[in-house]
């Protein structure tokens, strides 16, 4: 992680931990034993799976390390629950996951329980490291979360493989909508300062905060939404290799892309699976689960381009004004109200290191470091992120091709 | 299936169906939701899977056609649970059988009872085509036992994937045996008649009964064993490609095979796992689970061959002396005893129509016919295999790279 | 090869020897030394590849343990064209057949003429193995035939991958015909004797002549035409499930299949490429480039069934009526004529040793034995394969899923 | 191509034109029919087809419109030989360009003087758009020269499946070397222009010019030596994941790699195969056949990173002091001289578009733009890389995990 300025208080941590655990089980409660089984592909983990795994990682780089008087409910599980922090032991195969029954789900709270009960007693002790087990804890909380929005889009991803359509949380009505127009918001050339800054926390790769030369451009002032997409589907944008990347619609043709993930047409209507049931598109709401290449073709088309990281990261630099929360909202962005916020953003940039970054010694410097290659950044946080994560140096990062996430976009143009 | 010379009685089919039912039932009762959901393999399918598709078996192909008031407890069950008959209808990728967590375990329980209950009173009702249902039901509870040894092994399956190396059903002490010497039967040349004769139950494939010529040949009397095989492979038989079949030296060169499937050495010792947790290999048991190649190159190694169809079937034409049973004893074979029964048996022969067959029409039809290509016929039975089922006659068929089954191998030579 | 009763006199050897050196430089003589490259899957060689693996088989079986001063022109050759006998030392991969330029066209000719010339001074000698010699020279000639038809055939798949459909010999007006009427031959039950009985030349897989147990059939007169496959296409043939293998079903669909290979329509016409340039389809001649699968199917389809290959045998104990021959002729099978020898016939049996058959010991015992699972016989013969080739125990054998041999079929019933 | 100053002269266009055209004739003359056939993966073309593209971007780009009496000497090459401009046309399928035997080398020789002569003739001619013409020679010529060293780069890797190592220009002795001193250059932190200036020809995708801001780095005077990349092989660099890219480690896993491209061991000297043949690895020549993968885990190994392109261009303001020269010299890095071209380095910037970049319209705008994503920039340029073509301001790309191209790299440091 990111040096803090401050560093964090042992009893903000400990209130930050309890409310991130309870949030995990919260997600997790509607699920039945054969749910938190499911593995749908490598790139998404069950759901049992991440209810360990965070488990562990309190456990592999706090209690462990510190508590010498832990014992681990199965010490097997370093084994089976491990991500792919190859200094901390080898690991269970990543496409597997979904093999393991045992230990089910039950077993898994207990462990939850277990740690939890350790890792509070270790925080209630008098301390000469309460301030870094404080730090670690924190870091641990921020890694639940990010495996909070990864929970929930596996889980739509394989619930979305079951011919049933599956309803994990009641549906609710869509509010009707109007189309919203879109305004741009310029900004002059200049040196400009990125990166986090020390206040709070951040991961690794948000910093060192270093400078940048922008060139002048003028930014959207919401996501593009589906109404507009499906006017790009309708004027045969999958079908014209001009607006794509090569190697990008060589991957539609490939895949039989002619819409967003999770979309299908009946009677004319657009419909979309969500974890409250297929439901109609809403076509006031950002466009979600695009992937990069689509994205990229999109704004070709529409006459645009993606902003980079550094022209996203100054262009937004106040609170997100969000539609909705994981906490107790819908599970996807709802239509007329996005600022940013609601939908993740892909941008025109590579996931790579930033000037003077230097990962961390030791297992954690895993964290972000080993991927910086073929990646794109995404920037804001989406209906699926916990408030308590969102800020505008946040980099998250996956495949071009990849769609399963709460993915969408933001056009920019040159001046 | 073939005709049988007399129907079965109703009451005695009611008594095979309950039987049947009821092993089923025993044979998933230690499993966890969980384990019910494991699929491991586009060859293998969940436990839930298994113990709803032969309850389909019975909803199909009996009570929507014959009872104009049935209820399912859902339609769509039809799609989720259908294999492979295509004139019953669309069905569900094979592949993705393991991604259904909805319907759960309990559901498909109730399902269980819900068409168990539904022919338990149309089988009491006083009907014409009350021995017609009879003869279906036999069918069906016979699809049922194919299930239960395939419930076993793809079980077996599904859990060696995981490094806890899970327990089913608890370990019980093996007796120590001695070396069983290997002898000989002779058999002349001549006409003989193979085939099912029509005396009680038999699939379709079995027969018509007819006519075939057998050259001189002698058949081994038991099959090979553990301490054999690891003669084979000390004597580097899994490397010498002059043994082998060149496909079959091909798939263990890209597989790695140099034990049969579930073995790994350690401190000198073979170890395999099983149904029981792993265990030491008995060296005087037979060898199970080795794949048609192996078979054939160890016949080879052994200057033999594995005998044809015919002359197995004209080589046991009495009862099996199994020993031991899958309602009650160990999930693998054991030393010492075996005559006929205890693995099954890769024979020389492709599964190939016998001459005059012909498939019934609709899709009972496609119970057999569809799979004659390039699969290769055991024969036998195995540990896992349920005792009403085992009859000289029976044709069971597998690719010859599976080995997941409870595959071995018996020896024959030319006189 | 099989034993045979007379041997083949040294002077008869040598003829066969020129007479079939001589035809494989006539059918390469009009190939560019870039058409001698193309290898255009795994199963297919290039040109040249023939060549110079047809020479090795006389230096590497004949000359280098016969003749103590023979001399090779390079003895990394043995590397390079070995196909698989590995007995015989390792050899290239076979899939980088086609990266192979050097040694060039021009080398492996010279490669040609030098075993060439020294194989004639070793016939011409008077030497006590001068018998021995005559029969491995014999085998040697058949080992080239095969290849020729391969050449060819290769040629031909290779050559359609070019866009500019070249031509390899000037095409010839098709005869004009009209539809051949379809008549059976019946035969009675009874055992019957196949193999091959020792007169003149056999491979090792054609025998030993044994008894086997017919039942009764009747067997067409000729094999099915193009006219009845497009009626089979019209009729929904491909598209129908029922008629199908259900691994042949998921063959077709995966490769979309819906005729034979190297068809097309063209204004409600269908066209084929062959050696002489596109041609439109002859509707009266036998179909070919049609896998076992796709015949297997038409047969359903047709209410009969393919032959076995003893039923083959025993229909066609006279020589081949075939339309036409390698050597002068045109290379598809001509409309009208067939009777068999025009199109190799797909029989329902899988390729099996013979009761009693061992493969001889050393490398050459490689020959056939090693294939014996997975593939499917064919009887007959093509315009393709040399006259000196055509016997009725002839049994050749390939894939089910391959085509581009000269695959057709005839039509089989029960009585 | 980007906007030039001042537009080449016609005279001195057709002057690069015949330069350009005779560099490529004398690459190819040693060349076999078959050598110019080799296609060893997609990513390669055969030698016949880079000069039969080359020849048809001068036909497509300048003949086709400009000349109206221009006649085609096969109209079919324009789908044979467009590589991937879509607004040009359908095209053949890349991976099977190898399967091109005709029209043979000859006829693409003939090609090339039909296009050569129209061409001369053309500018030869007085129009009103003979500046144009000059600048779309320019480019194709440039075009031409990146095909250059594509042709012996892919003929390298076609040559190296031929087990008897073919040699395509006679080898030389190499120079005796010792140990050069690695020393660094220190640059301060602060603003830079980098890009093309408009000074001579250049790609779309080297401009706009722009300012960027720089951190202070050092970056090393020459490039990584085998003698170096040797003793990271034997400090275990190649098997210890904490110095990979996850990704990266995951390719060398699997595709086995443990050294450079062509490299062998036999009897503790190291090898590699080149143009010349087989020679022992120079230790004091920049190490060459590594991929992104293998170069940043290099770097990170030697507590060093890779230079971003920006950093690169700023450190080489000057012409390459190149250790040798396409058209005379040997085609491998020499030891002991390189300062920059004599092997592409590496760079740890993905290839995104400048500030301000918009492809042109029309198929010429399909150049560059279309590439951007997945692939790495690396500088400098290489032994095989045409005199004409080396400045600066280029960025050549590729796929983090190709190693076929001269790809070395060079080491940075932050201060």
Redesign the interface.
């Known amino acids: 992680m990111q040096p803090r300025l401050a560093p964090l208080a042992p009893s903000d941590a400990l209130l930050l931990f309890e409310r991130t655990r309870a949030r995990t089980d919260r997600l997790a409660a509607p699920l039945?034993?054969?749910?938190?089984?499911?593995q749908?592909m490598e790139d998404a983990s069950p759901a049992?799976w991440h209810l360990a795994h965070t488990t562990w990682f309190f456990e592999e780089f706090i209690l462990r390390p510190r508590l010498p008087t832990y014992v681990s409910p199965d010490d097997?599980f370093a084994?089976?629950f491990n991500s792919?922090y190859?200094?901390a032991g080898p690991r269970?195969a990543r496409d597997?996951r979904?093999?393991?029954?045992?230990?089910?789900?039950e077993a898994v709270r207990a462990y939850r329980t277990h740690v939890e009960d350790a890792l509070a007693d270790l925080m209630s002790a008098s301390r000469d490291d309460a301030d870094e087990i404080a730090g670690l804890v924190e870091l641990g909380c921020h890694h639940e979360m990010q495996h909070q929005e990864l929970l929930v889009t596996d889980l739509l991803h394989?619930?979305s493989?079951?011919?049933?359509l599956?309803v994990y949380r009641e549906p609710e009505p869509l509010p009707v909508t109007s189309e919203v127009p879109l305004t741009w918001t310029k900004h002059d050339e200049g040196?400009v300062e990125i990166g986090h800054d020390g206040g709070g926390f951040a991961y690794d790769c948000e910093g060192p905060r270093?400078?940048?030369?922008?060139?002048p451009y003028e930014i959207a002032d919401r996501p593009v939404t589906n109404r507009e997409w499906i006017a790009f589907m309708e004027d045969g944008g999958y079908g014209d290799?001009?607006h794509?990347?090569?190697?990008?619609h060589a991957v539609a043709l490939r895949e039989g892309w002619a819409h967003p993930l999770y979309w299908w047409q009946q009677d004319d209507t657009w419909w979309t699976y969500t974890l409250r049931g297929p439901q109609p598109v809403a076509l006031d709401a950002p466009v979600v689960h695009v992937s990069?290449?689509e994205a990229?073709a999109y704004a070709r088309w529409a006459d645009a381009r993606l902003p980079t990281e550094a022209e996203h990261e100054i262009a937004f630099e106040t609170d997100p004004i969000q539609g909705n929360f994981l906490d107790d909202g819908p599970l996807r962005p709802l239509p007329g109200r996005a600022i940013w916020g609601d939908v993740w953003e892909w941008t025109?940039?590579?996931f790579?290191?930033y000037?003077?970054f230097r990962a961390p010694e030791g297992a954690l410097g895993e964290y972000n470091g080993?991927?910086?290659?073929?990646q794109?950044v995404l920037r804001g946080g989406s209906c699926a992120t916990p408030r308590d994560q969102m800020r505008t140096s946040y980099r998250t990062f996956f495949y071009?091709h990849q769609r399963w996430q709460m993915m969408g976009l933001r056009l920019a143009r040159?001046l």
């Open positions: 039945s034993p054969e749910d938190m089984m499911l749908s049992k097997r084994f089976l792919y190859v200094q269970h597997k979904g093999l393991v029954s045992r230990p089910g789900g394989g619930l493989h079951n011919p049933l599956p040196l270093h400078r940048t030369y922008l060139t290799a001009r794509w990347l090569m190697e990008g990069y290449y990229e025109a940039s590579p790579t290191p000037p003077g080993k991927f910086m290659v073929n794109m071009p040159d």
